[in-house]
């Protein structure tokens, strides 16, 4: 039986794949955001899931106003990288898992979740950054990916409590399907931030760890929040944070925070990270990786340390 382990949520903002990609993830700027996902590479190498599904929203590159769908998952056995305006990234190919994407879409949509199935996809930064930032820069992805795009920019986007149900649907099919694969699911997007009009740059971090406490304690209430108050608190590209519910709905209701990463750079986007495992793998090995990066222990409680950030 295939099972999902853990879950990871991440920011996927495209100047971070930038600055990997041009070399600059040491400069000053940078090497706070890089270094907050020291661990979680190294978390991700030691725990070698057989599968990524990484839920994410495509930015008018395989969608354009032409069709819009809620829900799509790729079911192709490889992905191209999309072209965003100054060429691909200098990244690999994305190797699907048809298969088990099949699996998933029978299951959901028999599930009542209307799921557009693509076999022709091209894949853009919200999908590629968070594999960056938790690969590295590698000759070739070490684990096939399933694309999970979720329409958050053309109104209306799903509610959170639409997200957080397909998550335990997207579990459900996870554990029906009778190969035995560790799955990791990627929720990806925000936190606080808004590109355009008179409140441009606008960060909450006060919001942004708010929802970080509260999906990890009690996502189905969080689930609850409606559309306007992402706008209203966080900016209007916020609401990409119902696409972390899928991720959280997709895991036991024990899971537990393993890392936890916050920061502002200079900008107009915050910088979220969060790595959560379901019962039932080994905590040792988080105890000594956490050693390795000078962590407290999960059962401690660490110093409060907060970013100088304008809310």
């Given at each position: 039986?295939?099972?999902?382990v853990a879950?990871?949520?991440?920011s996927?903002?495209?100047?971070?794949?930038a600055?990997?990609?041009?070399?600059r993830t040491?400069?000053?700027y940078?090497?706070?955001v890089?270094?907050?996902?020291e661990?979680?590479k190294k978390?991700?190498?030691?725990l070698?899931p057989?599968?990524?599904i990484?839920?994410?929203n495509?930015?008018?590159t395989a969608f354009?106003?032409d069709?819009?769908?809620?829900?799509?998952i790729?079911?192709?056995?490889?992905?191209p990288i999309?072209?965003?305006?100054?060429g691909p990234r200098r990244?690999?190919p994305?190797?699907g898992?048809?298969?088990?994407?099949w699996?998933?879409?029978?299951?959901?949509?028999?599930?009542?979740?209307?799921?557009?199935i693509?076999?022709?996809?091209?894949?853009d930064h919200?999908l590629?950054?968070?594999?960056?930032?938790?690969y590295g820069?590698?000759?070739?992805?070490?684990a096939?990916v399933i694309?999970?795009a979720?329409n958050?920019?053309q109104y209306p986007?799903?509610t959170?409590n639409?997200c957080?149900n397909l998550?335990k649907?997207i579990r459900k099919?996870?554990?029906?399907?009778p190969e035995?694969l560790?799955?990791v699911v990627?929720g990806?997007?925000?936190?606080?931030?808004q590109l355009?009009g008179?409140?441009?740059?606008?960060i909450?971090a006060?919001?942004?760890?708010?929802?970080?406490?509260?999906?990890i304690?009690d996502?189905?209430?969080?689930a609850?929040?409606?559309?306007?108050e992402?706008v209203?608190?966080?900016?209007?590209?916020?609401i990409e944070?119902?696409?972390?519910?899928?991720?959280r709905g997709?895991l036991?209701d024990r899971?537990?925070?393993?890392?936890r990463?916050y920061?502002v750079?200079?900008?107009?986007?915050?910088?979220g990270h969060l790595?959560?495992?379901?019962p039932?793998?080994p905590q040792q090995?988080i105890a000594?990786?956490?050693i390795?990066y000078?962590?407290?222990?999960?059962?401690?409680?660490?110093?409060d340390?907060?970013?100088?950030?304008?809310?």
């Amino acid at each position: 039986m295939a099972r999902i382990v853990a879950g990871v949520a991440t920011s996927h903002i495209p100047a971070v794949g930038a600055a990997l990609d041009n070399g600059r993830t040491t400069e000053s700027y940078w090497q706070p955001v890089f270094a907050g996902y020291e661990f979680s590479k190294k978390w991700i190498a030691d725990l070698a899931p057989d599968v990524i599904i990484e839920v994410y929203n495509d930015h008018a590159t395989a969608f354009s106003l032409d069709i819009i769908p809620t829900f799509a998952i790729g079911c192709a056995p490889e992905f191209p990288i999309a072209d965003e305006g100054w060429g691909p990234r200098r990244v690999p190919p994305v190797v699907g898992h048809p298969e088990l994407a099949w699996h998933i879409a029978q299951s959901t949509i028999l599930d009542e979740f209307d799921m557009t199935i693509v076999n022709n996809m091209a894949v853009d930064h919200g999908l590629t950054v968070p594999l960056s930032l938790m690969y590295g820069q590698p000759k070739a992805w070490p684990a096939p990916v399933i694309p999970l795009a979720v329409n958050v920019v053309q109104y209306p986007p799903p509610t959170g409590n639409r997200c957080y149900n397909l998550g335990k649907a997207i579990r459900k099919a996870v554990e029906s399907y009778p190969e035995d694969l560790r799955v990791v699911v990627f929720g990806t997007g925000g936190m606080s931030h808004q590109l355009q009009g008179p409140r441009a740059g606008l960060i909450n971090a006060e919001f942004d760890n708010a929802f970080l406490d509260e999906l990890i304690a009690d996502p189905a209430h969080l689930a609850q929040r409606p559309h306007i108050e992402y706008v209203r608190e966080a900016g209007s590209e916020a609401i990409e944070l119902v696409m972390w519910l899928i991720m959280r709905g997709a895991l036991d209701d024990r899971a537990k925070e393993v890392y936890r990463y916050y920061h502002v750079p200079a900008s107009n986007t915050a910088v979220g990270h969060l790595i959560l495992e379901n019962p039932g793998l080994p905590q040792q090995r988080i105890a000594e990786t956490r050693i390795e990066y000078g962590m407290p222990q999960l059962d401690e409680q660490p110093e409060d340390v907060a970013d100088e950030v304008v809310v």
